[in-house]
């Protein structure tokens, strides 16, 4: 009995540390300062900095947001954050908000996503609907062609995730994305997506980064806000839901484990005596 009880707590621990998370940042840094610097992000390329915005955005269903946001668009630096080489399905996840298209034009680019050193994958594309919206779409490589979603009003957060799947053979690797996801399938298993990819192009080997970028005015909105980055090796490391508080756990866990000694005792004594 005493065993089941250490195995729940152990269960939980757990459960709190997300044993499958690569990374998390709620950009939890000072408000108007540049997040190239900032933890172990780093600055690439020249102009306009991406900057830490205060407040948050949040989802429904969602772990709780951290921190601040961080905001960008138009031309300028694209930081990124290396993290440990993953060859194996690799996951990301964070909650967008455009508020200003600017020039976008309607072949539009990408602004976020996955990378080994300087070459991408599954980056997230953003374009104009030609209507005041906006589309997002997702290819496997930066070079690839992107398959595009339906249109999106400007100013709603909505939280994206993506996935590169690497694949036995050549040329055969598969990025997926999914945009706002039904919240009863975080922390679960991974409903279908709703944009998947494999175009033809060169697969990679690992992943090792992921990162923002700012192209040109034409190709990337004015302003993005983005907040809550995942990287994870499962859907559920990348969509977890609010945890019960630390107390309430222990007390689960204590009253499973009363209730079980009980039962047990209870057992023990009506059983016969042995001869």
Do not use: H
Not at 31 to 44: A, E, F, H, I, R
Not at 68 to 81: R, S
Not at 217 to 226: D, G, M, N, Q, R
Not at 227 to 234: A, F, H, V
Request: glycine share 12%; with cysteine.
């Amino acid at each position: 009995m005493k065993r089941k009880v250490i195995i729940l707590m152990f269960a939980a621990a757990a459960w709190q540390s997300g044993a499958g998370l690569i990374w998390y940042d709620g950009f939890d840094y000072s408000p108007g300062s540049s997040l190239g610097g900032q933890g172990t992000w780093v600055n690439s390329n020249s102009g306009d900095e991406v900057t830490v915005a205060a407040g948050n955005l949040s989802v429904g269903g969602l772990a709780p947001a951290t921190g601040n946001m961080v905001t960008y668009g138009g031309a300028g630096i694209d930081p990124y954050v290396p993290f440990a080489a993953q060859s194996a399905a690799t996951w990301y996840s964070f909650v967008l908000k455009a508020t200003d298209l600017g020039s976008l034009n309607t072949s539009g680019g990408y602004f976020a996503g996955l990378a080994n050193g300087g070459s991408y994958a599954a980056p997230v594309w953003l374009r104009s609907d030609g209507s005041g919206g906006f589309q997002i779409g997702i290819s496997k490589r930066s070079d690839s062609g992107a398959v595009w979603s339906s249109s999106y009003a400007v100013n709603s957060p909505m939280l994206i995730v993506g996935n590169y799947v690497f694949n036995p053979n050549s040329a055969d690797d598969i990025a997926s994305l999914w945009i706002n996801p039904d919240s009863s399938t975080f922390s679960g298993t991974a409903p279908l997506p709703a944009l998947t990819t494999g175009a033809t192009g060169t697969d990679l080997s690992s992943l090792n980064r992921f990162y923002l970028r700012q192209d040109s005015a034409s190709t990337t909105p004015s302003v993005l806000y983005l907040d809550e980055l995942r990287i994870g090796q499962s859907w559920g490391d990348v969509t977890p839901v609010p945890e019960p508080s630390t107390c309430g756990m222990i007390a689960g866990v204590f009253l499973f484990g009363l209730v079980a000694l009980r039962s047990w005792r209870s057992r023990r004594r009506a059983a016969p005596d042995a001869i």
